[in-house]
């Protein structure tokens, strides 16, 4: 059951593990869960072994937390460098900056871009969830 906390703005990990792992066809689900360090701390103003807990230390209490892989990773405020794509690629099979984009084959998957999505991209003038007005926001990210 989801907290009906207003305020609260992450999901607690009974609510996570309420998600199904599989989907009804038994195939894996389309949720999965990265992770984006313990700390949130800004990796480029670490030291490597800093660097190297939060990555490491985060994948694991997800994994522990959720008995699933967390194989996805987000560099806290998108600020990255060669040496932590490094770690990052020793453990997780990708990686998301904040830079606003698309992705493709030639993007370099320790460091894709993403689509910040919101409330007005996804909600129509009720305030209710609209898969045509995503669709719609979805099509104007294309074209910027
Ligand atoms: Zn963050």
Do not use: Q
């Not at 907290?3 to 309420?18: A, L």
């Not at 699933?68 to 060669?82: I, K, Q, S, T, V």
């Not at 320790?110 to 926001?137: H, P, Q």
């Amino acid at each position: 059951m989801i907290s009906e906390d207003e305020h609260r703005s992450f999901v607690n990990w009974d609510e996570i593990n309420s998600m199904p792992a599989l989907s009804s066809d038994g195939k894996d689900s389309r949720i999965s869960f990265g992770s984006h360090t313990v700390n949130h701390s800004i990796l480029t103003n670490e030291k490597t072994n800093v660097v190297e807990n939060e990555i490491c230390k985060s994948k694991e209490i997800i994994e522990k937390e959720t008995g699933r892989n967390a194989l996805h990773f987000c560099y806290p405020n998108g600020n990255y460098n060669d040496s932590m794509k490094k770690i990052v690629s020793k453990s997780y099979k990708s990686a998301c900056t904040t830079k606003s984009g698309f992705v493709s084959e030639s993007s370099d998957v320790y460091a894709l871009n993403r689509i910040g999505i919101n409330e007005e991209m996804i909600t129509d003038w009720r305030g209710n969830f609209s898969k045509y007005v995503f669709i719609y926001s979805i099509f104007v990210e294309s074209i910027k």
